[in-house]
């Protein structure tokens, strides 16, 4: 079974510039969630997609980040404009459903300079 | 004061030893436990699973919930230098999101 893929696996652009991530999620899960994860920190949950409908974007900063997820499979994930806080890794997971385990993407490692 | 707490290490012991890692948190509704591997450049991978108290055990893996003390453990006995990684603790309560820890970075020394 193929595991959640993403791309590209590294971005350098500079701030003020815009970026978006691909994330394809293990075929049949329903779920699928965006993790900002900083250095030094745990993955924090930017956005969860149930289908393509939007469970959970209480932490996504809706000023420059968005996110869509066409037909319940693909997602992107777009900054714009990047900040140099945006430096993380951006990284997408996939469940099932709902509660269901989580299984990672290998993550998009952005650096903004 | 974070929901979950973690010592981001780094842990250093050598091979075959027992690993303890541990987590605090202050969320008292929390009723899922669960214990993530992550290897450096990749994602993180489920380790271990509990539901709200009590101990678990996988082949070299055991993994304790102490609710009354908000307190959680995962330890690992005879520690490869495979085991090496950082070793996130994460949890949630019911359909809600999941908090991961910080992550604990484990180097095992042949």
């Known amino acids: 079974e193929a595991g959640v893929a993403q791309s590209p696996r590294y971005k350098i652009i500079e701030k003020r510039q815009s970026v978006a991530f691909w994330c394809n999620p293990i075929s049949g899960h329903a779920t699928l969630y965006w993790y900002q994860q900083i250095l030094g920190q745990g993955p924090k949950l930017l956005i969860q997609f149930q289908n393509n409908g939007v469970v959970d974007d209480s932490q996504l900063p809706k000023d420059r980040f968005s996110a869509e997820r066409l037909k319940g499979v693909d997602s992107t994930l777009k900054i714009q404009p990047a900040k140099l806080e945006d430096s993380a890794v951006y990284l997408c997971?996939?469940?099932?459903?709902?509660?269901?385990?989580?299984?990672f993407g290998p993550g998009t490692r952005l650096l903004v300079l | 004061q974070k929901e979950v707490e973690q010592d981001p290490g780094p842990l250093s012991v050598p091979e075959g030893a027992i690993v303890s890692l541990n987590c605090t948190y202050s969320?008292?509704?929390?009723?899922?436990f669960m214990w993530y591997r992550q290897y450096s450049r990749k994602g993180p991978e489920l380790l271990m699973y509990t539901y709200s108290s009590g101990n678990k055990e996988d082949g070299r893996f055991t993994a304790q919930v102490d609710k009354s003390s908000k307190y959680i453990s995962l330890f690992i006995r005879d520690s490869q230098p495979s085991d090496s990684a950082t070793y996130l603790c994460?949890?949630?309560?019911?359909?809600?999101?999941?908090?991961f820890g910080a992550g604990t970075r484990l180097f095992v020394k042949a």
């Open positions: 994460a949890m949630r309560r019911g359909g809600f999101k999941t908090i």
């Open positions: 969320n008292s509704a929390f009723q899922y």
């Open positions: 997971a996939s469940s099932l459903d709902r509660g269901e385990t989580q299984y």
